[in-house]
Every structure is written in structure tokens, then in C-alpha cells.
């Protein structure tokens, strides 16, 4: 076995290159036309270009392709972009934790961006500015308690699963309103507003009609003057395929990934968090 030699199409990784990572200039290159896309989309809005932030999905990518992206980020600020950073998303408090370490040179803000079990809060809390996933008062609760005597509180987003699918987390939209407003009031956390994963539809109708949901949602949300809730106007909606259908329903965050990092690796069939 040691002796057979590798087959001959198989690529060795270069020095620099992250082995699931796209190279540096490519990854600069997309979040220049994210950052178009984004701008592009809140003009034909009437929206101020800097009322959405870009939050970069890094599921599945290394954490030198997401240096990459904080390097690119940085550059074009230091050009004169007038944007704001780009925060980080991740779904996995494992990858979280894996990355993380590696990139505390750079200072991102990290948000969890998918379910997270009781048991992995205090990992996710090391690292985590803000917890995008909470789909009901428990895990808020669970939160409210571990930051508990924190200086700053935690930002929480509500996430709500606008379209009904089985598959996506969330409250359902006719509970939202009601679990959002006790996350608000719970000590230690700070409201931010609300988060969804649209539609996993070509119809752009249907998910602009999710979209604008979620915003319906917050208004009232926003318009109950429950104690916490004046904070929650954010909006974290939109993803590589639809970003421009959320900025115009009124996103004040779209969450990235393969727009900036290209294609994810095939899933694999163990997905717990
Ligand atoms: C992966 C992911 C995204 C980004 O999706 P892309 O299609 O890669 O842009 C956004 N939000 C959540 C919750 C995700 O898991």
C-alpha cells in the first residue's frame, strides 16, 4: 500500500491554497460583485447603500478561504468602499469553534446562523456576537442565563420559517410576534429582530412573499412597544440566489456563502449540529 505511487490526476494542494478553500483573488473577486449586487439592489430599492450588511456564510470552507474574504473585505474599505465589515455565519458550533481560534487577528463578528443544541451553547457563546437561530423561548431563556452579568448584552434574532417547509427551523409566522416579544423582555439579551431561510422556490413571488412576511412580522413586532422590542428592526434575509428580492422587501442583513466561496462540497449524511 505505501509503495503504490498516488494516481496521476490527483491534485496537490499548493503552498497557500486552502484544500476545500477557493484561492484568494477569486474570493475578492465575488465579494466585489456581492458588494455590486448588494448596491445595485438597495438603489433600485430607493434604500440608503449602506442599509444592508453581508454576512458571509463559511459552512464547509476553511478558515484560510474566510481570511481570504476578511483580507478582500478590508482592502476595499481601505479603497474607500464605505461599507461596513462583513460579519461571519456559521451553522455548526464545531466549525464555529474550529475557525474561530484562527481568526482572532482579524476581529469578525461571528453569528450562529443555524439550530443550536442546549449543550453546545457555551462553546457557541465563546465566540458567537450573536445568535440569528433562536426559534423559541427556551433556548432563549437558556441564552438569557449564560450571558447573565455579561457587560453587553447578546444580540438575538428570531428566526421564523416563513414558508412552512418541513425541513427549515423556525417559529411559524402566526407565533412569531408572541415569541419575539418574550425573547425581548428576557435580562441580558438584546432583541435584534428577525431571521428566516426563504422559500426553496423558482417562483421569485413566493419568496418575495416570505420576505415580506417576515417584514410584516417585525413591524409588529417593532409597533407593540413590548420592553425590548425597539432595537429589533433588523431584517437577516436573503442568501446567495435571492439577495436582491430580500433588500427589496427590506433586509438589513443577507447571509452569503457560495456567491463569495463558490460551491460547498456535497453534503454529508450525518448534518447534527
Ligand atoms: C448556507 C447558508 C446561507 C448561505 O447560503 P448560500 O446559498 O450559500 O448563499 C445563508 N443562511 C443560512 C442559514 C445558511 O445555512
Same mark, same amino acid.
Given at each position: 500500500m505505501a509503495d503504490t505511487p498516488p494516481p496521476a490526476d490527483v491534485t496537490v494542494p499548493g503552498p497557500g491554497d @486552502?484544500? &476545500?478553500g477557493?484561492? +484568494?483573488?477569486?474570493?475578492?473577486? *465575488?465579494? #466585489? %460583485?456581492?458588494? +455590486? *449586487?448588494? /448596491? @445595485? #439592489?438597495c438603489r433600485a430599492a430607493g434604500r440608503p447603500v449602506d442599509a444592508v450588511q453581508v454576512l458571509l456564510?463559511? !459552512?464547509?470552507? %476553511? /478558515?484560510? #478561504?474566510?481570511? /481570504?474574504a476578511l483580507h478582500a473585505d478590508a482592502a476595499a474599505r481601505a479603497a474607500g468602499s464605505g461599507t461596513a465589515p462583513v460579519l461571519l455565519g456559521e451553522n455548526r458550533v464545531q466549525e464555529l469553534v474550529a475557525k474561530a481560534p484562527a481568526l482572532t487577528d482579524l476581529a469578525p463578528r461571528w453569528h450562529v446562523i443555524g439550530p443550536l443544541q442546549s449543550n453546545k451553547v457555551n462553546a457557541a457563546l465563546r465566540w458567537a456576537a450573536a445568535v440569528?437561530?433562536?426559534?423559541?423561548?427556551?433556548l432563549a431563556?437558556?441564552?438569557?442565563?449564560?450571558? #447573565? @452579568?455579561?457587560a453587553d448584552p447578546l444580540d438575538v434574532w428570531v428566526q421564523v420559517n416563513v414558508s412552512g417547509e418541513p425541513t !427549515? &427551523? @423556525? %417559529? %411559524?409566522?402566526t407565533e412569531a410576534v408572541d415569541v419575539a416579544v418574550r425573547v425581548a423582555a428576557l435580562p441580558g439579551l438584546r432583541l435584534a429582530g428577525l431571521m428566516t431561510v426563504g422559500a426553496h422556490s423558482p417562483d421569485a413571488d413566493v419568496v418575495r412573499a416570505g420576505?415580506?412576511?417576515l417584514a410584516t412580522l417585525r413591524d409588529d413586532v417593532v409597533a407593540s412597544g413590548a420592553p425590548g422590542? /425597539? &432595537?429589533a428592526g433588523g431584517l437577516s434575509m436573503g442568501m446567495s440566489r435571492d439577495l436582491e428580492l430580500a433588500v427589496a422587501e427590506g433586509a438589513t442583513v443577507v447571509r452569503v456563502g457560495t456567491a463569495v466561496f463558490g460551491s460547498r462540497p456535497a453534503p454529508t449524511s450525518t448534518a447534527a449540529a
Open positions: @486552502g484544500v &476545500h477557493p484561492d +484568494a483573488a477569486q474570493v475578492a473577486q *465575488r465579494l #466585489a %460583485t456581492v458588494r +455590486a *449586487r448588494v /448596491a @445595485g #439592489a456564510a463559511s !459552512k464547509t470552507m %476553511t /478558515a484560510d #478561504a474566510v481570511r /481570504a440569528e437561530s433562536v426559534a423559541d423561548e427556551d431563556r437558556r441564552l438569557s442565563d449564560r450571558v #447573565a @452579568g455579561r !427549515k &427551523h @423556525g %417559529t %411559524t409566522p420576505y415580506r412576511l422590542t /425597539a &432595537h
